[in-house]
């Protein structure tokens, strides 16, 4: 739980406590806006880097500002702006409710941090961590995915499918064959899943080949060309399989993929929860040792975050 004297008594400690609230605030939502201009340009790779540190930091924010509803009210909603900001071309329907789904997940992070510090006797920077990323993970993650396909940031093109491939298909692809990389040609690929299987014979090479080409045909509903690369015949499965989606198959196709992103946020939080948690520590021990807060016991029991006059 976190003690923060009232606004306005118009005293100089007051007004010191002000700047230091909305300074946690700014820098905050700061982060925030990077994170959706990065995003917004389509650099995912710096986009993430920056929603790492917003995590960090919006926890760090909980922590603080858990005693003071109205300003972390005010937090929830700078940040939420903060990161809508440079998506501002996107505005429809679709983002207005993905912004919606946003505001709410974050401020469902906010009490669900501020529970964890009222239902603790001491200040445990680990358990409001944990209990603040998940729900704001997902929230972050699900509105850029939405307001990027808005925007046509995530729009389908052969390097994005190469990219795909390479992080996706490649390291399941070389269970079976240890040398293979997107360039490689689909038909070689496929040569070599038959000698996989212990097939030496070239004719029986060759009718393996055949009948692999002809399965996946009638799954994906297109051609194969044996000699283009594997990446290459992926692009054009897709484009085929989203050119012939019907209106209603496209909502159930995005509802599909928010489920999956759902699903692979959830399955990550355990893998960032450490580092960020470390992250937190840190910056909350810096904090102590620079004077900007201090600890009290509450009702001779419970710790108490004081951010210092």
Same mark, same amino acid.
């Given at each position: 739980?976190?003690?923060?004297?009232?606004?306005?008594?118009?005293?100089?400690?007051?007004?010191?406590?002000?700047?230091?609230?909305?300074?946690?605030?700014?820098? /905050?939502?700061?982060?925030?806006?990077?994170?959706?201009?990065?995003?917004?340009?389509?650099?995912?790779?710096?986009?993430?880097? /920056?929603?790492?540190?917003?995590?960090?930091?919006?926890?760090?924010?909980?922590?603080?500002?858990?005693?003071?509803?109205?300003?972390?009210?005010?937090?929830?909603?700078?940040?939420?702006?903060?990161?809508?900001?440079?998506?501002?071309?996107?505005?429809?329907?679709?983002?207005?409710?993905?912004?919606?789904?946003?505001?709410?997940?974050?401020?469902?992070?906010?009490?669900?941090?501020?529970?964890?510090?009222?239902?603790?006797?001491?200040?445990?920077?680990?358990?409001?961590?944990?209990?603040?990323?998940?729900?704001?993970?997902?929230?972050?993650?699900?509105?850029?995915?939405?307001?990027?396909?808005?925007?046509?940031?995530?729009?389908?093109?052969?390097?994005?499918?190469?990219?795909?491939?390479?992080?996706?298909?490649?390291?399941?692809?070389?269970?079976?064959?240890?040398?293979? /990389?997107?360039?490689?040609? /689909?038909?070689?690929?496929?040569? #070599?899943?038959?000698?996989?299987?212990?097939?030496?014979?070239?004719?029986?090479?060759?009718?393996?080949?055949?009948?692999? #080409?002809?399965?996946?045909?009638?799954?994906?509903?297109?051609?194969?060309?044996?000699?283009?690369?594997?990446?290459?015949?992926?692009?054009?499965?897709?484009?085929?399989?989203?050119?012939?989606?019907?209106?209603?198959? #496209?909502?159930?196709?995005?509802?599909?993929?928010?489920?999956?992103?759902?699903?692979?946020?959830?399955?990550?939080?355990?893998?960032?929860?450490?580092?960020?948690?470390?992250?937190?520590?840190?910056?909350?021990?810096?904090?102590?040792?620079?004077?900007?807060?201090?600890?009290?016991?509450?009702?001779?029991?419970?710790?108490?975050?004081?951010?210092?006059?």
């Amino acid at each position: 739980m976190v003690n923060v004297p009232e606004v306005g008594t118009g005293n100089a400690g007051s007004r010191s406590i002000v700047s230091k609230i909305y300074s946690v605030i700014g820098i /905050t939502a700061a982060i925030a806006l990077v994170g959706s201009y990065f995003f917004s340009r389509g650099e995912v790779f710096y986009g993430i880097l /920056t929603l790492l540190i917003f995590l960090a930091l919006f926890a760090l924010q909980v922590i603080l500002l858990a005693n003071a509803d109205k300003n972390l009210t005010t937090a929830v909603i700078l940040n939420s702006l903060a990161w809508a900001s440079f998506f501002y071309s996107a505005v429809s329907f679709p983002f207005i409710f993905a912004f919606g789904f946003l505001l709410f997940f974050l401020f469902l992070a906010g009490r669900r941090g501020k529970d964890e510090l009222n239902n603790s006797l001491k200040v445990k920077v680990s358990r409001v961590v944990q209990s603040v990323i998940g729900f704001a993970l997902t929230a972050v993650v699900i509105f850029t995915f939405v307001s990027m396909i808005l925007i046509a940031k995530l729009d389908l093109t052969e390097e994005r499918v190469y990219r795909l491939t390479d992080v996706v298909v490649a390291p399941i692809a070389r269970h079976y064959v240890q040398d293979f /990389t997107p360039d490689m040609e /689909t038909g070689t690929f496929f040569a #070599k899943l038959a000698e996989r299987n212990l097939i030496t014979n070239r004719q029986a090479i060759n009718q393996s080949v055949a009948q692999l #080409k002809q399965d996946i045909e009638g799954y994906a509903g297109t051609q194969i060309d044996l000699r283009r690369s594997v990446a290459e015949n992926l692009y054009q499965a897709l484009q085929f399989k989203i050119s012939n989606l019907t209106p209603q198959a #496209k909502i159930y196709w995005a509802l599909i993929i928010l489920g999956m992103i759902f699903l692979s946020v959830k399955s990550i939080e355990f893998l960032i929860a450490f580092p960020l948690i470390l992250f937190v520590f840190i910056i909350y021990q810096l904090l102590l040792a620079f004077n900007f807060i201090s600890i009290d016991i509450k009702n001779r029991r419970q710790e108490v975050v004081l951010l210092n006059k």
